[in-house]
C-alpha cells in the first residue's frame, strides 16, 4: 500500500499548503485481480475462504480492498484475454485459480505484477517457478498436488469395488499435466491387475459422449481425474454416473456432498484460504520470491452412504474406518 506524503512549497517566504481535502485525502483501495477458469457458482465456497484468507491478514473486500473477477466459464482459450485485461487495469496482485491453465496465462500476460496461483500439476514442470522454496520472479502459490494423486483414486476404487474388471478413467486432454495422470492411473491399474479404459472429454457434449461409451465396453467402475472443468461439470458428472449406476471417485469432497460415491484430495476451501493469507501478505509488501510455494499436508476421504446404497454396494468396514467423512 503506497504511504501518503505530503509536500510544502516556499514561495517568497510565505507558506503555500494543499487545501485541507487534499491533506486528509485517503490513499487509494488496492485492486486485486482473480482469475479463473471454472464458474462463479462452482467455487462458492472456495472463494469465502479467499475473502478469508485476506481478512485474516487485515483485507476485507469493500472496505479496504477491491477485487477484479474475471471467469472463464470453462474456456481455457478465453485465459489470456482475461489475464491481459487484468494487466491492463493494473492492478496490485494477480489471484490465478482453476489450475496451472491460469497460472500460465497469467505468466505469460506479466513478468511484474505478483501473482499468487494454485496449480494441480508440479509448478517446476509447468514453469511457473524455478523451485519450491525460491520461486524466484513474480509468481508463487500453492501446489494442490491433485494431479499426482490419481493412482491413490484408482486403489480406493478398487478396494471399494474388488470385482471391477475394468475400470474406466475420465481424463481432459487439454489439462496440463493429462499425461502423467493417465501414466498414474495405467501404473496403478496393473498393480492391481485391472484394465482401464480411457476416455476423453473436454466439454459437455464429450461428457455424454463419455458416458455412452463407458456403458459400451461395460466398465464397471469410474475414475473422473482431478481437472478445473470437471469440477466445473460436477453436477452433470454426478447425475450420470447416478443414470449410468456406475461407481466413481472424484477429487474434491465437493461431488460426494452433490451426490458422488467417493472422494479423494484436499479441502478446496482450505487451499483458498491460504491463497488469500498469501495475497495479504504481498499486499503488505512481501515479495513473492520469498514466499516459498505451499504444499498441502492433509487429504480427505468422504464417503456417500446413501449413493452406495442407492448402487447396492456395501462399504467394506476398512474403508469405513479410515474415512475423514461418511454422508449419510
Do not use: C
Amino acid at each position: 500500500m503506497i504511504g501518503r506524503r505530503h509536500f510544502v512549497a516556499l514561495m517568497g517566504g510565505a507558506i503555500i499548503a494543499r487545501p485541507l481535502t487534499a491533506r486528509t485525502q485517503q490513499p487509494a483501495m488496492p485492486v486485486v485481480g482473480f482469475l479463473s477458469n471454472v464458474s462463479p457458482g462452482t467455487v462458492t465456497h472456495a472463494v469465502a475462504a479467499f475473502r478469508q484468507g485476506l481478512k485474516e491478514t487485515g483485507y476485507i473486500e469493500g472496505q479496504n480492498l477491491a477485487i477484479e473477477y474475471r471467469w472463464a466459464e470453462g474456456h481455457n482459450d478465453r485465459l489470456p484475454e482475461l489475464a491481459a485485461d487484468l494487466v491492463q487495469h493494473q492492478v496490485a496482485v494477480i489471484v490465478a485459480t482453476g489450475g496451472g491453465a491460469s497460472a500460465l496465462a497469467v505468466k505469460a500476460a506479466t513478468t511484474t505484477i505478483p501473482t499468487v496461483f494454485s496449480s494441480a500439476t508440479d509448478p517446476v514442470q509447468l514453469g511457473l517457478v524455478a523451485s519450491f522454496n525460491r520461486p524466484g520472479g513474480n509468481v508463487t502459490g500453492i501446489y494442490v498436488m491433485t494431479n499426482s494423486l490419481e493412482a491413490k483414486r484408482l486403489g480406493l476404487l478398487h478396494e471399494l469395488v474388488q470385482n471391477a474388471a475394468t475400470i474406466a478413467v475420465l481424463v481432459n486432454p487439454s489439462t496440463p499435466g493429462a499425461e502423467n495422470q493417465l501414466m498414474e492411473a495405467q501404473s496403478a491399474a496393473r498393480t492391481v491387475a485391472r484394465q482401464i479404459h480411457i476416455l476423453n472429454a473436454s466439454s459437455e457434449r464429450d461428457i455424454e459422449m463419455a458416458f455412452a461409451t463407458l456403458a459400451q465396453v461395460r466398465a464397471e467402475a469410474l475414475l473422473v481425474a482431478a481437472d478445473p472443468f470437471f469440477n466445473g461439470q460436477r453436477e452433470q458428472l454426478v447425475a450420470l454416473a447416478a443414470r449410468y449406476a456406475i461407481p466413481a471417485i472424484y477429487e474434491f469432497r465437493e461431488f460426494a456432498a452433490a451426490g458422488g460415491l467417493m472422494s479423494y484430495g484436499i479441502s478446496l476451501a482450505d487451499a483458498y484460504r491460504q491463497i488469500g493469507i498469501y495475497t495479504g501478505r504481498i499486499l503488505k509488501g512481501a515479495k513473492p520470491s520469498d514466499l516459498p510455494v505451499m504444499q498441502p499436508t492433509r487429504f480427505e476421504l468422504i464417503i456417500n452412504l446413501q449413493t452406495a446404497r442407492a448402487l447396492g454396494i456395501e462399504v467394506p468396514p476398512g474403508l469405513l474406518s479410515i474415512a475423514d467423512e461418511v454422508i449419510e
